[in-house]
Nanobody, 125 residues
Framework: QVQLVESGGGLVQAGDSLRLSCAAS????????MGWFRQAPGKEREFVTR????????QYQDSVKGRFTISRDNAKNMVYLQMNSLKPEDTAVYYC??????????????????WGQGTQVTVSA
């Protein structure tokens, strides 16, 4: 069992940066791949990025490549999402998720077993 709590969201202007944090509880945290998804009003939840259990492999949605960076600290049970050069289209509720490492649907919500409650990110033009 893994419990996830996101923090760090807020209201920023286009071009600004934010760092989201995800605190995980549970002794098995380091065995899970971790992902970030986002959901804008009226839209489906979409994949943003994922990091393997060791941190050695990361994957990103094309629209955030070069702007967002995912990282993890297994000693602290933390996952981070550094978001730079934010755009209004990045506005959404951002969710942290934990899932198994070797799955084909890593870029879909079905590839994850545990979810946080989400944190709002709003980027004004």
């Amino acid at each position: 069992q893994v419990q996830l709590v996101e923090s760090g969201g807020g209201l920023v202007q286009a071009g600004d940066s934010l760092r989201l944090s995800c605190a995980a509880s549970g002794r098995t945290f380091s065995s899970y791949a971790m992902g970030w998804f986002r959901q804008a009003p009226g839209k489906e939840r979409e994949f943003v990025t994922r990091i393997s259990w060791s941190g050695g492999v990361t994957q990103y949605q094309d629209s955030v490549k070069g702007r967002f960076t995912i990282s993890r600290d297994n000693a602290k049970n933390m996952v981070y999402l550094q978001m730079n050069s934010l755009k209004p289209e990045d506005t959404a509720v951002y969710y942290c998720a934990a899932g198994l490492n070797y799955v084909s649907d890593y870029d879909r919500p079905t590839g994850y077993n545990y979810w946080g409650q989400g944190t709002q990110v709003t980027v004004s033009a």
